[in-house]
């Protein structure tokens, strides 16, 4: 099946820094999306973007498919930002549903 | 977001015990799925149903059984469980299998002692 991998596992930034998030996948997709978990476990979706540049806010995300990777920036971040962010795609018919990369844990400190 | 709906939203059992998870979406999709979340392991797709109909996944132990009544509507049944099986469970749901992103409801945080 289709590998998924984020950069970096962990990212510790002060109040105001901004980051990028990476994800890596190792075949065509059909599908991309990011999402931000809370501390409470829901997962919010932040962008669908199997390929293009999007933007909402302070965060934007942009995917190249031909190269296979997905880039989410969080600019000027605030403590509300922390939490676990996940990459995951589809590369087949939706049958096999999303497969999920292991996330990037950010924490935003004040 | 309140477009998928799940309860309870926590649950504590014991192994002999049976108990249903509930999903209800009300985006008007006609996919819905099942996803285990364990603890320091990626989300893994449990049950997928397109308008109503499952579509196979073999790779879940069978105290597990979903039901899908109607495209609103999707139900875990759990029986006899195990510890391991303790994770917290997420419903989504999506337009169809082809098109569109897939939303989350809240989850059902399952511990089984």
């Known amino acids: 099946g289709i590998q998924v991998e984020q950069s970096p596992p962990d990212l510790i930034l002060q109040e105001g820094a901004n980051s990028t998030l990476r994800c890596n996948f190792s075949?065509?997709?059909?599908?991309l999306q990011w999402f931000h978990q809370n501390p409470w476990g829901q997962l919010i979706n932040l962008f669908y973007?199997?390929?293009g540049t999007k933007q909402n806010g302070r965060l934007s995300a942009t995917t190249v498919a031909t190269e296979r990777y997905s880039l989410l920036y969080i600019s000027s971040s605030q403590t509300t930002d922390s939490g676990v962010y996940f990459c995951?795609?589809?590369?087949?018919?939706?049958?096999?549903?999303?497969?999920f990369g292991k996330g990037t844990h950010l924490i935003i400190q004040p | 977001e309140t477009g998928v709906t799940q309860t309870p939203r926590h649950l504590v059992m014991g192994m002999t015990n049976k108990k249903s998870l509930k999903c209800e979406q009300h985006l008007g999709h006609n996919a819905m799925y099942w996803y285990k979340q364990s603890a320091k392991k990626p989300l893994e797709l449990m049950f997928v149903y397109s308008l109503e109909e499952r579509v196979e996944n073999n790779s879940v132990p069978s105290r597990f059984s979903p039901e899908c009544p109607n495209s609103s509507h999707l139900f875990l049944h759990l029986h006899t469980l195990q510890p391991e099986d303790s994770a917290l469970y997420l419903c989504?749901?999506?337009?169809?299998?082809?098109?569109?992103?897939?939303?989350f409801g809240p989850g059902t945080r399952l511990t089984v002692l």
């Open positions: 075949d065509s997709v059909n599908n």
């Open positions: 995951a795609v589809d590369s087949g018919g939706g049958a096999d549903g999303l497969t």
């Open positions: 989504a749901s999506s337009f169809n299998l082809l098109a569109g992103g897939q939303y």
């Open positions: 973007i199997p390929s």
